[in-house]
């Protein structure tokens, strides 16, 4: 890749924050409304090797709020689709992509394949959501989870803090719960919004997947992805500092 694609963030971040950008890896796990332009970001602010993880294909209700939803690719793999992309804005980053739902012992074997500097959490599911976050915590990887953006219109409510600073956001109170159930209580990076979800942007969901469907609008997910690599970026600068 030529200097042109780092001039800019080189400008913003000096010569030694863009290489430790490019040194880095970080796995992504949900490549929905939320991960997908989370990982985007990263790809595009110049992240050295990124592991993209989701099992499912585009939807027709990805439409309206998934960076890779197009007519053109629905019923297609989301994390090839986005490998590809990666690949196409910059082809010096190294892109695995993995195309399944982690459970159970896979999970570590993702957790442990490779020396991450940092994991994103964009499940949407809250069994195989808080084993991500304990696993990845009981490894002491830095985590940075996206809590729930659906049934939110207020970008001025969105917020960045450590899960036990949570408040307001329902799967946010089910994820403490259950971790606390585990013996964790800090130490993640969470972004959630403190606005308030109507009931009438419920319905419920018999799905194995999830209780319940909650209306989304097509700025949100992207804002809350946006918080996130803005927060990994800031995780992996401060370790620049920290090594220096």
């Keep these: 890749m030529t200097s042109a694609f780092y001039s800019r963030t080189q400008l913003l971040l000096q010569p030694q924050g863009v290489d430790r950008l490019r040194r880095a890896h970080v796995l992504v796990v949900g490549l929905g409304g939320v991960g997908g332009y989370a990982a985007e970001q990263l790809c595009r602010a110049g992240v050295g090797a990124l592991t993209i993880v989701d099992g499912d294909t585009v939807g027709e209700t990805n439409l309206n ?13 989301k994390a090839a689709l986005f490998r590809d992309r990666f690949l196409d804005i910059n082809p010096d980053c190294h892109v695995e992509a993995l195309q399944e739902f982690l459970r159970d ?3 570590l074997q993702v957790l ?3 020396p991450y500097d940092c994991v994103v959490d964009c499940i949407d599911t809250l069994s195989p959501k808080v084993f991500l976050l304990y696993h990845a915590h009981s490894l002491g990887l830095p985590v940075v989870s996206s809590m729930g ?3 939110k219109l207020d970008p001025a409510q969105v917020r960045t803090a ?7 956001c329902r799967l946010a109170a089910m994820v403490r719960k259950r971790l606390h159930r585990m013996g964790v209580t800090q130490g993640i990076r969470v972004v959630f919004s403190t606005e308030p979800v ?6 419920e969901d018999p799905s194995d997947n999830h209780l319940t469907t909650v209306g989304t609008i097509s700025y949100m997910p992207p804002l809350f992805g946006c918080h996130i690599a803005a927060e990994v970026i800031r995780i992996l600068l401060d370790n620049t ?3 220096q």
């Design 65 to 77: 709020r998934q960076l890779i939803a197009l007519r053109s690719t629905i019923g297609q793999s």
């Design 105 to 107: 012992d896979r999970m």
């Design 112 to 114: 442990q394949a490779h």
């Design 149 to 151: 953006s659906g049934g």
């Design 162 to 168: 450590d899960i036990s600073k949570s408040n307001t």
């Design 198 to 203: 109507p009931p009438e942007a419920m319905t």
């Design 241 to 243: 500092d920290n090594q």
